[in-house]
């Protein structure tokens, strides 16, 4: 919640000064901008860390400092940036913030090490803060995958044996591909009618998402269910991404029941088929959802051949036991 109600608040706040009220008091709106979004950026570092250092406060007052140049309405950041003495607080934060980031992306390329795998989001999130980073070069791998990486390798490493379960999804979704294509036409020129506006939004909306559909029908054929050298690597696209210990493993079940399944401590990760695996959990994952708090005590699946599978995780959990 400290995450999250920091942005929700300066929203709310630059969507206040729309107001006429605001118009016609643009000095007090641009002062009483700069209190709320610092006091609420400040009071979310408050609550996510007892403690925060001396960089964090920085980072959080650049941070509201740039919220409001960047949303505030043109006469609110002109009244704004006529008051040398308000700016002056979080401009000089802006600038700490800027200066320290770009001196330590001047160390992280001087120590710049091709096979580290998270050498993008450390190098970005000196300047910018981590969760964005990850989700925007999660968005650029995405769109990367839906683009350009045709007939790609499955993404097997060395010393692991995959197993494929796209076999049976694929079929389904690119029907499911299709019949969007055709909906989202005739929904965009029916749209289009009543508002170019409108139906030029919902064309981005919808070529986004056609986008993530095609990354997904990708993904599912690139990333198979590994068995590696410490667990089963789950794995449905790049929707799941989990790994769970042999040791973790209770038993393994094959064509599990429907009321198995859809027990509340089961995690059916089969997307749109029946399951035929369902691996039983001796140490529990944490809740999948923050509103429910039941632990994952069973994980179901579906593999386009699954007897292979079930062997040879037999025999790692018969070595595992010794």
């Not at 406060?57 to 009244?79: D, E, H, N, T, Y």
């Not at 559909?213 to 990333?223: F, P």
């Not at 995690?267 to 994952?285: E, G």
Request: aromatic share 6%; proline share 9%.
């Amino acid at each position: 919640m400290a995450a999250i109600a920091p942005p929700l608040v300066i929203a709310m706040a630059a969507a206040l000064l729309r107001l006429p009220i605001a118009a016609a008091h643009p000095r007090v709106a641009a002062l009483l901008f700069l209190w709320i979004a610092s006091d609420a950026m400040m009071l979310g570092l408050l609550g996510r860390t007892r403690r925060p250092g001396w960089r964090a406060g920085i980072a959080a007052m650049a941070s509201a400092g740039m919220a409001v140049l960047s949303l505030s309405p043109p006469p609110v950041r002109a009244a704004l940036l006529a008051m040398p003495w308000a700016i002056a607080v979080p401009a000089v934060a802006i600038a700490l913030h800027g200066g320290w980031g770009l001196w330590r992306v001047t160390a992280r390329i001087r120590q710049w090490n091709p096979a580290e795998p998270d050498r993008w989001l450390l190098l970005f999130a000196e300047i910018m803060p981590r969760p964005l980073v990850r989700l925007a070069l999660g968005e650029i791998r995405l769109l990367h995958l839906a683009l350009f990486r045709w007939g790609a390798a499955p993404d097997i490493p060395a010393d692991t044996r995959g197993f494929a379960y796209h076999r049976h999804l694929q079929p389904m979704m690119i029907a499911l591909l299709i019949l969007s294509c055709i909906e989202i036409g005739v929904t965009h020129l029916l749209v289009a009618h009543w508002s170019r506006t409108v139906a030029l939004i919902l064309s981005v909306v919808s070529d986004v998402s056609l986008l993530y559909l095609i990354g997904l029908i990708k993904s599912l054929r690139l990333a198979p269910v590994l068995l590696t050298a410490t667990g089963v690597r789950l794995r449905a696209g790049f929707l799941v991404d989990r790994t769970i210990p042999y040791d973790a493993i209770a038993g393994v079940t094959a064509h599990p029941d429907g009321e198995t399944v859809r027990a509340p401590d089961s995690w059916n990760i089969a997307l749109l088929a029946w399951p035929n695996i369902l691996l039983r959990l001796s140490t529990p994952l944490p809740p999948r959802l923050w509103r429910r708090r039941i632990p994952v005590r069973a994980v179901a699946f579906r593999l386009d051949e699954p007897g292979p599978f079930l062997d040879a995780l037999q025999a790692r959990l018969d070595a595992e036991a010794g």
